[in-house]
C-alpha cells in the first residue's frame, strides 16, 4: 500500500535543545521580574481601574486577566530550569535495576523487554511498518525482547499480517478499559520486567533501549518518556521561495530581505499546530527538576513492577473506601494503567503519589521514534478533545490532587497542565471583550489612559521577552495560535465533565479524512465576523463624530487584529484538503 507519507522517510528529527546557563539565568531574571510587573498590573486593575458604570463587563474582563496571570505563574515555575537525569550505559543483567536488597534474588537474571503494539481498526499494513521496526530495536546480547500487538480490532487481515510478521498476537474478548484494559490483559500473560508502549503508528528508532535502558538503573525509576516526533508535519516553503513563485525575482528579494532580519519564515508550515518540540522539549524536559514529568503513552518504556505495585496500591485504596468491600473486591479490575481516556498521565499521577515507593519518571529529550499528525481538523478536533476532556476530569475525580501524596512541585506541574484548559474561559472572555467594546462603547477600564498603558506594557513585553528566552530554537507561533482557536473544544469538554458525562476514548484517526470541516469551526467564524463588523461599526462612527475615544478604539483594533489572526488559522485548516498542502521544496 502507497501511504502518504512515504515521501517523508527520509526525515530526521531535530537534536534537543542544547543547555545554555547564560539563558537559563536571563530567563530566571526576567521571569521574576515579569512576575512583579504582573502582580503590580493586576493589583492596580482590581483596585484602580474598573469602570464601575459597567460592572457587568468590568470585573469578567479582570477576572480573566487574573486567571492568565496566575497561569503564567505556573508556566514559569515549570519553564524554570533543564535539569536533564545524567545518561548511564544499558544494565546487562537485573541485578544491576533493582534495590540493593534484591540484587541477590536476580543475580545474573536476563533482562526481558516486551514491546507492545497497540491497534483497534488500523490498517494493517500501517501496523506492519511499526512491527517491522520495532525488530530492529538494538538490544545487548543478554536481553530478551518479545513483540507483542494488542488487537482489539477482529479483523483476520491484522491477523494475517501479524502471522506473517512472526510476532505474537494478544486478543481479548471485550474493550474494556480500551487501551488502558489492552495493556492491562497484555501484562496479565506476559512476563517482561520492562514494557514499551507504543502505538500503531509509533516507528521505533533502533537506539531506544540502548539510549534509554541506563535510567533504570535507579531501582526508582518508574519510566522514561521519550518524545513524539512527528514526521509527517508539512514543513511548508520559505518564504523567498513562495515569493518568487507569486511575484517574480522582485517578490523573492523582498523575502530574503525580512529572513535577514527576522530568520527563517515558512508560509505553511505546521498547518494544524501539532508539533510536539514545545511540549516535549520544553515543557516535559523541565519538570525533570520537579520529577514531575508524566507519561504521554507511546514511546514510553516502563518498569513493570511499578505499575504493578501502584495498580495494588490503588485497589487497596479502592476496596477500603468501598461500603461493600466484598463486592468491591469482586468487581473491580486491578488497573495496571488506569481505565480512562487520559490513561497515561492518570497512572502517572498514581505512581507519583505512592505511599510505597517514591518513583521517579524521566524525560529524555532525544527524539527515539516517530509518529504521524492528525492531517486533517476532524482528526485534530477528536485528538484536542480527548485531551482536554480527560485532563479536566481527572482534575474533578481527583479534586485538584488536594490531599494527594505529592510534592508541591509535582502538584504545580499538574495544577500547570490542568489550568491550561481552564484559562479557555479567560481566552473566551478576551475574544469577546473587544465586541463589546465596538458595538457599545463601553470601556472595561475606567479609561484608555496613560496610566493604562503604564501598567500594562512593561508586563506584556517582560511576559513575550521571558517566553521568547524560555523557548529559544523552538516554533511556539503555531502553538499559541492554536492554543487561543481551540476555545470552543475546550469549552465543550468542560461542560461535559461538568455534567458528569464521560469522555468517551476515541481514537484518532491515522489516515487523512477528506472533507470540508467548515462545520467545526462555526464559533470561530462568529467571532470574526462579529469583530470585523464591529470594528467597521465603530470606525463609522468616530468618522461621523458620534464617538471620540480613538485611543480606545485604536487598542481594541490592535487586540482584535490578535485575535482574529489566531482564528482564521484554524478557519483556513478547515479548508485544506491534502492536495493544498505546501511543502518543502529545498
Known sequence: MDFYFKKYEHRTPPPPTPYSLVQEVLYQIIAVITIVLGGWYIYWRWTSSLNLNALWFAIPLVIAETMMYIGSILSFLNYWMIRDYEEKAPPKFMDEVVPEKLKKFYKGEPISIDIYIAVYNEEPELVRLSIKDAKKVKKLPNWKVNIYVLDDSKNPAMKKMIEEE????????????????????????????????????????????????????????????????????????????????????????????????????????????????????????????????????????????????????????????????????????????????????????????????????????????????????????????????????????????????????????????????????????????????????????????????????????????????????????????????????VLKAMWKVLKGETIRFTVTPKIRQHGNFLALVRPQLAIVLLTVLGAAFNGILILLGERHNLVGYLTNLFWSYYNVSALLVIIRAALISPSEEIENEE
Not at 468491591?328 to 502517572?348: C, G, N, P, Q, R
Request: glycine share 6%; proline share 4%; charged share 20%.
Open 166 to 489: 512472526g510476532v505474537i498476537q494478544i486478543t481479548r474478548d471485550n474493550r474494556k478499559g480500551y487501551k488502558a484494559g489492552a495493556i492491562t490483559d497484555a501484562m496479565t500473560k506476559t512476563e517482561g520486567h520492562f514494557i514499551v508502549i507504543c502505538d500503531a503508528d509509533t516507528r521505533l528508532f533502533p537506539s531506544i533501549l540502548i539510549d534509554t535502558m541506563g535510567f533504570f538503573r535507579d531501582p526508582k525509576v518508574a519510566f522514561v518518556q521519550t518524545p513524539q516526533w512527528f514526521y509527517d508535519v508539512p514543513e511548508g516553503k520559505r518564504l523567498h521561495s513562495y515569493l518568487r513563485e507569486k511575484f517574480g525575482k522582485f517578490g523573492e528579494l523582498i523575502g530574503i530581505g525580512i529572513e535577514k532580519l527576522f530568520g527563517e519564515v515558512r508560509i505553511g508550515y505546521d498547518p494544524f499546530g501539532v508539533d510536539p518540540r514545545m511540549f516535549y522539549d520544553v515543557i516535559q524536559r523541565r519538570r525533570n527538576a520537579y520529577n514531575a514529568p508524566f507519561c504521554c503513552g507511546a514511546a514510553s518504556i516502563h518498569r513493570r513492577t511499578a505499575l504493578e505495585l501502584t495498580a495494588i496500591e490503588r485497589f487497596v485504596d479502592r476496596v477500603t473506601k468501598a461500603k461493600d468491600k466484598e463486592k468491591a473486591i469482586k468487581e473491580l479490575d486491578l488497573e495496571y494503567f488506569v481505565f480512562h481516556v487520559s490513561e497515561d498521565i492518570y497512572t502517572t499521577i498514581f505512581e507519583h503519589s505512592s505511599s510505597v515507593c517514591e518513583w521517579k519518571t524521566v524525560l529524555y529529550p532525544k527524539v527515539e521514534s516517530k509518529m504521524l499528525s492528525p492531517q486533517d481538523l476532524l482528526s485534530w478536533s477528536v485528538q484536542q478533545f480527548k485531551y482536554a476532556g480527560g485532563t479536566l476530569d481527572i482534575a474533578k475525580r481527583e479534586k485538584f490532587l488536594v490531599g494527594k501524596n505529592m510534592s508541591l512541585g509535582q502538584k504545580l506541574m499538574y495544577w500547570s497542565t490542568m489550568w491550561s484548559y481552564i484559562t479557555s474561559i479567560a481566552v473566551f472572555i478576551f475574544l469577546l471583550a473587544p465586541i463589546v467594546y465596538f458595538f457599545t462603547g463601553i470601556p472595561p477600564v475606567t479609561a484608555y489612559s496613560s496610566s493604562f498603558f503604564l501598567h500594562i506594557l512593561p508586563f506584556l513585553i517582560a511576559n513575550e521577552l521571558a517566553f521568547m528566552i524560555a523557548t529559544w530554537g523552538i516554533n511556539t507561533q503555531r502553538g499559541s495560535q492554536y492554543y487561543i482557536a481551540k476555545f470552543p473544544l
